[in-house]
C-alpha cells in the first residue's frame, strides 16, 4: 500500500512538520521552502494534503494564505491547533553553563526573553527553528544551542537540555489542511466549520448587511480578517470562519444573504472542528465560545 504524504511549509523538524504528523499519523511529511511550493506539491500529487499555518494565538494571523488558498483551487477539508513547545537543544553532554549562544527564528527569539535573561545568553537569528537546530547539531559545539521542537532534537541527535522555555504558555498555531477534493460532512453533523472568503462593495454599510444574516440566524463567527486587494485602498476582501453547514436552516440563511448584498463570495472549505476547540486548553487560549447572539461582537477576531 503506497504511504499517503503531507506537504509543508518549513524544514524537516520544524512545528509544521510535527503538526503533520500528529494530524496525519502514519503518513510521510514533504518538506516544502513556501506555501506555494507546498499547495503545487497537492495539484501536482506529490501529496495528497497540504498543511497550512493559518494564525498564532501569540503572532496572529499567517501572511499569504488569504491570497493563495482562493487562487490555489484546493479546499479545505480540516483543521489542526499545534501546540508551540520551545525546547532548549544542545549537543549531547552539554551543561547549562556551557551555552553562550542561542539560534531560533525571530518569532521563538521573541517568545524565550526569560530564558535569555536568566542565564545572560546572547541570541542569534536564524532562517527557522529547524534550520537553527540544524546547525549546532553541524557545528558540534556546547556553547552554541537551538530552540526549536523535540522533533528537530529527535532528527538532528541534540539532547533537550530544557522544555516548555516559552515565556507563555498557550503559544498555539492554528493551520487549514487543503486538498484537491472537498470531504464535506453530511448535514446536521455536529460541530463543522464552514470558511469562506468575501468582498463587498465600496458603499455605505455594505460590511453590516452582509454580517447582519450571521446574527439574526443565530451563527457564531470565529474569525473575521480583513486584507486589502488590487492596487487601490477601496479594494477590501474578507477571510470568515464561521460554526455550521451550509446546508443547515441557520447557516444556509445566513450565506444566503452574504451573497445578496456581497461583491462576491466563495466558501474555501466545510470541515469538521478539531477537538481542541472543545477541550479545556481551548478556554485558556480564550477560544470563542460565546452563545450564537454574540455572532457579531465577542466571537469575531478581526485584523484590519
Not at 499569504?64 to 489542526?80: K, N, R, T, W, Y
Not at 501546540?83 to 547549562?96: A, F, I, N, S
Not at 533537550?160 to 493551520?175: C, P, Q, S
Request: hydrophobic share 40%; charged share 20%; net charge negative.
Amino acid at each position: 500500500m503506497t504511504q499517503q504524504v503531507i506537504a509543508f511549509q518549513g524544514t524537516p523538524g520544524a512545528y509544521s512538520d510535527l503538526a503533520c504528523r500528529n494530524a496525519r499519523p502514519g503518513w510521510r511529511t514533504l518538506p516544502c521552502r513556501s506555501f506555494a511550493e507546498a499547495i503545487t506539491a497537492v495539484h501536482e500529487g506529490r501529496a495528497e494534503q497540504a498543511m497550512l499555518a493559518c494564525e498564532n494565538s501569540l503572532a496572529g494571523r499567517v501572511p499569504d494564505i488569504h491570497s493563495l488558498l482562493p487562487a490555489s483551487g484546493l479546499h479545505i477539508v480540516g483543521e489542526h491547533f499545534q501546540r508551540v513547545e520551545h525546547c532548549l537543544l544542545v549537543v549531547p553532554g552539554t551543561r547549562m553553563e556551557q551555552v553562550r549562544r542561542v539560534h531560533t527564528h525571530p518569532v521563538a527569539m521573541d517568545q524565550i526573553r526569560v530564558l535569555l535573561r536568566e542565564y545572560n545568553l546572547t541570541p542569534v537569528i536564524e532562517f527557522d527553528t529547524a534550520g537553527a537546530a540544524e546547525l549546532v547539531a553541524l557545528w558540534k559545539k556546547p556553547e552554541e544551542a537551538a530552540v526549536a521542537s523535540s522533533l528537530a532534537a529527535e532528527l538532528h541527535g541534540l539532547e533537550i537540555l530544557k522544555r516548555n522555555v516559552e515565556d507563555a504558555a498557550h503559544n498555539t498555531t492554528r493551520f487549514y489542511i487543503a486538498s484537491r477534493q472537498p470531504n464535506r460532512p453530511p448535514v446536521h453533523t455536529p460541530h463543522v466549520m464552514t470558511t469562506l472568503i468575501f468582498s463587498v462593495r465600496n458603499t455605505p454599510g455594505a460590511l453590516y448587511k452582509v454580517l447582519g444574516g450571521f446574527a439574526t440566524n443565530g451563527v457564531n463567527m470565529t474569525r473575521l480578517e480583513s486584507y486589502m486587494t488590487g492596487e487601490t485602498f477601496a479594494a477590501t476582501r474578507f477571510l470568515l470562519d464561521v460554526e455550521g453547514h451550509p446546508e443547515d436552516d441557520h447557516l444556509g440563511k445566513a450565506l444566503a444573504e452574504l451573497e445578496f448584498f456581497a461583491k462576491s463570495a466563495t466558501i474555501l472549505g466545510v470541515y469538521e472542528q478539531s477537538p481542541f476547540r472543545h477541550s479545556p486548553s481551548a478556554e485558556g487560549q480564550g477560544m470563542p465560545r460565546s452563545s450564537p447572539e454574540d455572532a457579531i461582537s465577542g466571537s469575531i477576531t478581526a485584523h484590519v
